[in-house]
């Protein structure tokens, strides 16, 4: 059983930056994918969204429209360690951010193992 620890989350003035981290423990932790996303405030959990998705095999990632030359995904093999690394951050960018590992594709409804989050939170 995967075991994923988010950290990282806080409060900070808009134009800041945050890197979280996304540390497993527990079993194969490095699957097909792997992904950091976010539940805006208000919204549901059902209601997460994408946020930047990385493919260890093969190096590929995706990154949501919205956060692309801002985020950047990157992992520690050794560590067992996923981070999202945030900058000039706007409000829009506020919610609970979970990491989660997939056998698949990196998408809401087939993560296989999600972390309980931690909170970010933007103010303008």
């Known amino acids: 059983q995967v075991r994923l620890v988010e950290s990282g989350g806080g409060s900070v003035e808009a134009g800041g930056s945050l890197k979280l981290s996304c540390s497993a423990s527990g079993g194969t932790y490095r699957r097909y994918c792997l992904g950091w996303f976010r539940q805006p405030p208000g919204k549901q959990r059902e209601g997460r969204e994408g946020?930047?998705?990385?493919?260890?095999?093969?190096?590929?990632?995706y990154y949501r429209d919205s956060v692309k030359g801002r985020f950047t995904i990157s992992e520690d093999n050794a560590k067992n360690t996923l981070y999202l690394e945030m900058h000039n951050l706007k409000p829009e960018d506020s919610g609970m951010y979970s990491c989660?590992?997939?056998?698949?594709?990196?998408?809401?409804?087939?993560?296989?193992?999600w972390g309980s989050g931690t909170l970010v939170n933007i103010s303008s």
């Open positions: 989660g590992t997939s056998g698949g594709t990196c998408r809401v409804d087939s993560m296989d193992y």
């Open positions: 946020v930047a998705a990385l493919y260890p095999g093969d190096g590929t990632i």
